[in-house]
């Protein structure tokens, strides 16, 4: 059986981890509480551009070095941004444990060269380049700034090529001194860790990290104004869009709500990918490409989505068919049947999902770094087998007649959206 | 600690008389098990102007078998927790899952019923064939997908190059009897494989397989051949916001003796942060975000395909940094690129261990393309005894040469006759 331990080092840096000796990986993760939703204006995007830039060499390390040795160490290694965490991980052999560590722990007080940060800050424009010819065409970013507002939890999470050409390599570094000290950062493992090894090394390789002084904040945002290259129009013009893409928003429970388990239960009832109630009215009746409903949690909100790909000649009779699907829901309830399937495909998901090292790791780390939390996987299938059919009435009723928010991206659009 | 490596592998290979073979990978350290089941029914098996009909037949399949209605197929599969798929390639139409392992018998049940008992209602055909079509249309929308899409028909033929989606003018032509007749002459035990890895009881799941299949009948009939497509440049105009480049050219097929020297001169150009094409066009240049390279080897033919996505002023010179870094692969190889290579292949080996839906995956392919089963630590040894000299000898005999390449975006590249005459 796994073993949770958690400690928390002298310069604030906290390490949680997952361990079981049976396992053929291990997996580390620095969690850093930081991501678009804490970025002004003039940093928008920094937070990604930073993730690019951290792989860019360090005082000891150029940045082919840095490549070459995640390279040397096998395994897979990665980094990504959302709105609220900046996260570097590698699932490796467990021989290479303080290899990875020591390699992952240097990377994190990177050099940030304004050589680098130029290159690099081409790379940057060409993935946002690279997004604007992919369905939806944007209309996640922009329905979350329509809903949200363009900044905190809506602001978009690779900037706009505006700001990435504006930003300086000054604004990224004082960004990182107030994001990237020891107290805003967990160090997650899971899997065949050597858990005592790893906080003796960590302590010493970060004991320097709490030197790091934190610049004055930024001058607050002109609210009156949108953020440079933020537009609100609820129509996203793709000329080239062979199909019609609508995107909704409204509220779900965040991700310290209990409600969260039911709110997914309900979701995946409505609208999951394969056996929902929209399946089968949508999908398995060829009227739409996709139909898919689910909720997304935040620390301290939530955002219910549903998004709708069809022909656009098709998209006005898809909507209303989506609407009458969720009010039928809200008239009868679901059957304690429907809610059975739901939780057999909830409860076998999370067991195959958790079978990985690496799975386990995105999970202890995020629920350490976010909630401060450690929930075991059979807690977890407790929480969904404890959810009846009353309670996904209450959440539907609490959530699914909010009003909601919308953006269509598609080449002639027909209707104006709500 | 203890240091984790391959595991003694005890794969059982049953072959039946109908010409069905199973595979059987006992993981009893897993939780989960993983079966797949894959019948010669794929694209290059489907007749003249009916693209499509191959994916069609996959998903109606699904649409109610034996005892079941197409609601209760669903129900099973949710309430089994599978996490299923089903799908076309060029040659194979494979169903497949991963599950908790206690579910793996009433699995095996239900897809029988799927793939030997299916309803094909006909009153169903419409809903099914406005679903594919929905899947063509939403290629068109996916710059990198079509591009793709167009390469490998230029590269491996008309045939074997067909689209896995099929085509608007197929799928308007299909009709029900095409579908019944695809299904008798394709489905069939002849030339199938079924893989079975995880945590499960090896007799009591043989003899399953054995009781649910063994008494399943039908010989294949031979599908024609084509050659290979033509070096050539295509060019697809699109006001888009980067250019997207796809190339390809000529390697060995699958189970052919020099196929890991290709597929190690793949590798340290594209695996990895610190691959050359990683390197030297991202990381040195900026020039894109995404470029890469990958082996396509199929039984018969073989190919390397290329990608880049980047915005119209730079495609060009991404494109010529690109080819010249595959070029100058044969101007030799630093003994730290092949050592990566083999810790990389070494590592995902061992961690393919926790997943018994990537050795089922594994076992179909290497039964398909090899016709026997590769172990994995058969697959290490191999790759461990890889040499640089032998690499850079079998990239200088097969030079990369007659490319193929599609781009779509603002305007054309060059490309210039000795790369792709």
């Not at chain 1, 709490?210 to 013009?237: C, E, F, M």
């Not at chain 2, 129900?75 to 390639?89: E, F, K, P, R, Y």
């Amino acid at each position: 059986m796994s073993t949770f331990r958690h400690a928390t080092l002298s310069n604030g840096l906290k390490i949680a981890a997952e361990i079981d000796p049976r396992g053929y990986s291990a997996s580390f993760g620095y969690f850093v509480r930081t991501g678009s939703r804490d970025e002004t204006d003039i940093e928008s995007g920094c937070s990604h551009f930073l993730e690019h830039m951290m792989f860019k060499g360090t005082a000891k390390r150029s940045a082919a070095d840095v490549n070459r040795e995640l390279d040397e160490l096998g395994g897979n290694s990665n980094a990504f941004t959302s709105e609220e965490q900046t996260v570097y991980y590698a699932t490796v052999l467990p021989k290479y444990q303080d290899r990875i560590i020591d390699l992952l722990s240097d990377m994190m007080r990177p050099s940030l060269r304004q050589e680098d940060f130029d290159t690099e800050r081409k790379v940057i424009l060409e993935e946002i380049a690279k997004y604007e010819d992919q369905p939806p065409f944007g209309a996640f970013e922009r329905v979350m700034e329509r809903y949200f507002g363009p900044r905190g939890i809506g602001r978009r999470i690779l900037g706009t090529s505006e700001s990435i050409v504006d930003m300086s390599r000054q604004t990224m570094y004082d960004y990182f001194t107030r994001r990237y000290a020891p107290g805003n950062i967990v160090l997650a493992a899971a899997g065949n860790v050597d858990f005592d090894g790893l906080v003796a090394m960590v302590e010493r390789l970060t004991s320097h990290w709490g030197d790091l002084v934190a610049a004055p904040a930024p001058p607050p945002d002109d609210a009156s104004a949108l953020p440079v290259g933020i537009a609100t129009d609820p129509l996203i013009s793709s000329p080239d869009a062979a199909q019609a893409y609508l995107v909704q928003i409204g509220p779900a429970p965040g991700g310290n709500d209990l409600d969260r388990y039911p709110a997914r239960l309900l979701s995946s009832i409505l609208g999951d990918d394969s056996g929902s109630r929209l399946f089968w009215e949508l999908i398995d009746t060829g009227r739409a490409e996709s139909c898919s409903l689910w909720t997304q949690e935040f620390m301290d909100v939530g955002a219910l989505f549903t998004m709708l790909v069809c022909d656009p000649d098709d998209l006005s009779s898809n909507r209303r068919i989506v609407e009458k699907t969720i009010k039928r829901l809200l008239r009868d309830g679901v059957s304690q049947e429907e809610l059975d399937q739901a939780i057999n495909k909830a409860v076998a998901g999370c067991i195959m999902s958790n079978e990985r090292p690496s799975n386990r790791m995105f999970e202890v780390g995020s629920d350490w770094q976010l909630r401060g939390e450690y929930t075991d996987l059979d807690k977890v299938l407790e929480r969904y087998r404890g959810v009846n059919v009353d309670e996904i009435g209450r959440i539907a009723d609490k959530y699914l007649t909010e009003a909601t928010v919308e953006t269509l991206a598609t080449a002639e659009p027909l209707t104006q959206p709500t | 600690m203890n240091t984790p490596t391959i595991t003694d592998e005890n794969i059982r290979v049953i072959s039946l008389p109908n010409g069905l073979t199973i595979l059987a990978q006992p993981m009893p350290w897993l939780r989960t098990a993983a079966f797949a089941l894959a019948v010669r029914a794929g694209v290059e098996c489907e007749p003249e102007g009916r693209g499509g009909l191959a994916g069609l037949l996959c998903e109606m399949a699904q649409r109610g078998a034996g005892p079941y209605s197409s609601r209760d197929v669903v129900a099973l599969q949710d309430n089994l927790g599978l996490d299923h798929s089903a799908g076309v390639s060029s040659a194979l139409a494979s169903f497949g899952a991963a599950m908790p392992g206690q579910s793996l018998p009433d699995a095996l049940r239900l897809y029988a019923e799927i793939i030997r008992r299916p309803h094909l209602p006909g009153d169903q055909l419409d809903d099914a064939l406005m679903g594919a079509m929905q899947e063509v249309r939403a290629i068109k929308d996916e710059p990198t997908q079509q591009v793709i899409l167009r390469l490998k028909k230029m590269q491996y033929g008309p045939r074997a190059g067909r689209p896995n989606c099929g085509d608007e003018a197929g799928l308007n032509a299909i009709e029900m009897k095409d579908v019944n007749q695809f299904y008798d002459q394709r489905y069939r035990p002849e030339g199938a494989i079924m893989a079975i890895a995880g945590n499960f009881d090896v007799e009591q799941i043989i003899g399953l397989a054995e009781e649910l299949f063994g008494d399943w009948k039908g010989a294949l009939i031979e599908i024609p051949r084509d050659a290979s497509g033509l070096p050539g440049y295509e060019h697809i105009q699109q006001d888009s916001s980067q250019t997207h480049i796809a190339f390809s050219f000529d390697a060995v097929p699958l189970g052919d003796p020099n196929y890991y020297l290709m597929r190690a001169g793949v590798g340290i150009l594209s695996d990895g942060m610190s691959s050359r094409l990683f390197d030297r066009v991202r990381e040195q240049r900026g020039l894109c975000y995404t470029v890469s390279l990958s082996a396509h080897s199929m039984q018969d033919r073989g190919a390397i395909i290329g990608y880049a996505g980047t915005t119209p002023e730079r495609a060009q010179e991404t494109l010529d940094v690109t080819m010249r870094e595959i070029e100058a692969l044969v101007d030799g190889i630093e003994p730290g690129e092949l050592e990566r290579l083999k810790v990389r292949v070494q590592s995902s080996l061992i961690m393919e261990q926790e997943s018994s839906w990537s050795r089922v995956s594994s076992l179909i392919s290497d039964w398909y393309h090899r016709g026997r089963v590769v172990t994995m630590a058969e697959l290490e040894q191999r790759i461990e005894s890889l040499r640089i000299d032998s690499i850079v000898e079998y990239w200088k005999s097969n030079p990369p040469k007659g490319y193929r390449v599609v781009t779509l975006g603002q305007k054309p590249l060059v490309i210039p006759p000795s790369r792709n005459g």
